[in-house]
Nanobody
Framework: VQLQASGGGLVQAGGSLGLSCAGR??????MGWFRQAPGKDREYVAA????????EYADSVKGRFTISRDRAKNTVYLQMNNLKPEDSAVYYC???????????????????WGQGTLVTVSS
């Protein structure tokens, strides 16, 4: 299974970027975005349950980021607004092929990963 993430780039603080990730719907019960900054652990950003569209967010991005999905295109999006320098990281999309009653935040729940796309926010 391949997940193809795209949309990263360089933006000034306060700006916006949109990420997208295309995958195969047959393996997606949940889709998530994680990020990893240099020298830091990978951290959870947001996730969405494929069938219901239910979404949830890390506290650090709540109110600024929006995760959504297009079922027809088998694509999940992450719209990032009011970006801060601390949002700079490599962003990874991930898919969980098992259904969990609670939208999973733990990386171990996701068994398919995209290659990552770099987001750099300048101050």
């Amino acid at each position: 299974v391949q997940l193809q993430a795209s949309g990263g780039g360089l933006v000034q603080a306060g700006g916006s970027l949109g990420l997208s990730c295309a995958g195969r719907t047959l393996v997606m019960d949940h889709m998530g975005w994680f990020r990893q900054a240099p020298g830091k652990d990978r951290e959870y950003v947001a996730a969405i349950t494929w069938r219901s569209g239910f979404s949830e967010y890390a506290d650090s991005v709540k109110g600024r980021f929006t995760i959504s999905r297009d079922r027809a295109k088998n694509t999940v999006y992450l719209q990032m607004n009011n970006l801060k320098p601390e949002d700079s990281a490599v962003y990874y999309c991930a898919a969980a092929s098992a259904y969990y009653p609670l939208t999973p935040r733990r990386a171990e729940r996701y068994n398919y990963w995209g290659q990552g796309t770099l987001v750099t926010v300048s101050s």
